[in-house]
């Protein structure tokens, strides 16, 4: 059979060349408008560098940047889907940054973590992403100005909330400067040496192993399940080891250069996580935002009643009520609140003052722009 490409017609190979040479004209604007996007965007660095006296200037606006993304999407004529769409204008906008000052980000590692994916998706491929061991130590990192931003997960669908995320927060002066969630699928992955049908150990973190049970009892119910710190832990582990595997996601299986035996084997269809963006500025409003707080109230009756009625009262949309033991006592709680809007709208500061009244303290974490991709 011949390998080549079927042959074209004279007319087809006329209306080919017509089209590479369309394709060629617009290459040529599209390069041009990208170029004049990025000496725009060097001069708004400018301005920015001037306004705050060339001293600790501001350059990333997220902000900003989810206006762009939504008005992306908004606008979007088609083909490419919205998403698509937005993933190019998310890597021109990285590109863009980078020019004004390039960003480096904490986030939970090793390399190949789903934390390191949800920094690329977040802030595009042209920061520099630096792991680190532990959630605080990605705190610790922003906070000493080490790093320009962080990334930590704080929520999984079916395994719920990341109390160490949250806990950190309670204990440290970071804010929370956006949020990006990642759709998490789990992959059986395979060093070289390993036979598939003589896998004897799975490594992973406990999250995903127990995202993976029903998969993994009817499929390979014999094989020892081992805990690891982290799912790109896992994966580096296997590289050498024989009849092992790994359960870890796309960036893990490249980077440590494993073999995907099965794809996607999470019991839960829709599994995902959500992370916080983190970083020591208050952002400004972006009109599609949501606030997180982390409130303590004195154990007594009625309570938590006090918490709730200011939001039923001026009319803010709570979106999520998460409880944490306190670290200063045993029996007393913490509330880490969500609620639609940003903390400088009339009706957040009413709500903000009357929790205020009541409560022992109320630590704004910060007010941000909704996930956009
Ligand atoms: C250009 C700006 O700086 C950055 C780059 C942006 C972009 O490329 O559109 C948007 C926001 C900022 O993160 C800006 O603040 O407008």
């Excluded at 004209?25 to 408008?33: G, N, Q, V």
């Excluded at 000496?39 to 001037?50: I, L, P, Q, T």
């Excluded at 306004?51 to 606006?61: D, E, L, T």
């Excluded at 009109?287 to 997180?292: H, I, L, N, V, W």
């Amino acid at each position: 059979m011949s390998d080549k490409p079927e042959s074209l017609t004279q007319a087809d190979e006329s209306a080919l060349m017509q089209l590479r040479e369309e394709i060629d004209r617009l290459d040529t604007e599209i390069l041009a408008l990208i170029s004049k996007r990025a000496n725009c965007a060097m001069k708004v660095a400018e301005v920015k560098m001037k306004a705050s006296g060339n001293a600790g200037a501001v350059f990333y606006r997220p902000e900003r940047e989810a206006q762009v993304l939504t008005s992306v999407m908004d606008r979007n004529p088609g083909p490419l889907g919205n998403e698509d769409m937005a993933k190019l204008f998310r890597e021109i906008m990285s590109a863009c940054l980078a020019l004004e000052k390039p960003m480096e980000v904490a986030y939970l590692g090793p390399e190949g973590t789903f934390t390191q994916q949800a920094a690329l998706k977040h802030f595009g491929q042209w920061v520099k992403t630096k792991p680190m061991p532990a959630i605080d130590e990605v705190f610790r990192e922003v906070e000493a100005g080490a790093c320009n931003y962080g990334v930590v997960p704080v929520e999984n669908s079916s395994e719920g909330i990341v109390n160490h995320t949250l806990d950190t927060f309670i204990t440290s002066n970071i804010k929370i400067c956006g949020e990006v969630e990642l759709r998490i699928h789990h992959h059986l992955l395979a060093g070289p040496n390993t036979k598939h049908d003589k896998i004897s150990r799975i490594y992973s973190h406990q999250q995903s192993l127990a995202q993976c049970r029903k998969w993994l009892d009817a499929h390979m119910p014999h094989a020892e399940r081992i805990a690891v710190s982290s799912n790109a832990e896992a994966a580096k582990r296997v590289q050498g080891e024989w009849n092992s595997a790994a359960i870890a996601g796309e960036l893990a299986a490249s980077l440590y250069d494993l073999e995907i035996v099965e794809s996607k084997i999470e019991d839960s269809p829709d599994n995902s996580t959500r992370f916080l963006i983190i970083g020591t500025e208050q952002v400004g409003p972006s009109s599609e935002d949501k606030t997180s707080l982390v409130v303590s109230m004195r154990n007594e009756p009625g309570a938590l009643y006090h918490l709730l009625k200011p939001f039923n009262e001026f009319g803010v949309d709570m979106t999520r009520l998460e409880t944490r033991p306190s670290m200063t006592g045993n029996w007393t709680y913490v509330f880490f609140i969500d609620f639609a809007g940003h903390c400088e709208d009339e009706s957040a500061i009413k709500v903000i003052n009357a929790i205020r009244e009541t409560a022992v303290d109320v630590k704004v974490l910060g007010s941000y722009p909704k996930g956009v991709l």
